[in-house]
């Protein structure tokens, strides 16, 4: 499977050794605006759609046989709202985030109990 993300506010899932096209989602308004310039990133059974304005969508794509599904599984937006054209990267569970003008590491904190 295959994923692109496109200025017109689309995701497409295309099967990697035919090039059909097996699923196209169209997000919805709520998710912000901006286009998409960086890649998506699969971790784990999710995919992080870093839209230009800051806000990332986070989506589970799941394939089977000739089709795919889609299931949204939440989106949030950095407070500064500064240009992000960088794809995210991931080292040591921590998922970093460049804009224009500040780098983030976001990562899960570990409870006190």
């Not at 960088?86 to 985030?97: D, E, K, M, Y």
């Amino acid at each position: 499977m295959f994923l692109l993300t496109s200025a017109d506010n689309l995701m497409t899932c295309l099967d990697v050794t035919t090039g059909q096209k097996l699923l196209e989602h169209e997000f919805a308004p709520d998710t912000g605006d901006g286009v998409f310039y960086a890649s998506p990133l699969a971790i784990r059974d999710d995919v992080y759609a870093l839209r230009e304005d800051g806000t990332m969508i986070i989506f589970t794509v799941r394939q089977k046989e000739e089709t795919c599904s889609y299931a949204g599984v939440g989106h949030g937006r950095l407070k500064d709202q500064t240009h992000c054209w960088a794809t995210p990267a991931v080292s040591n569970g921590c998922l970093f985030i460049r804009s224009k003008t500040h780098l983030y590491c976001i990562a899960a904190t570990k409870s006190s109990e």
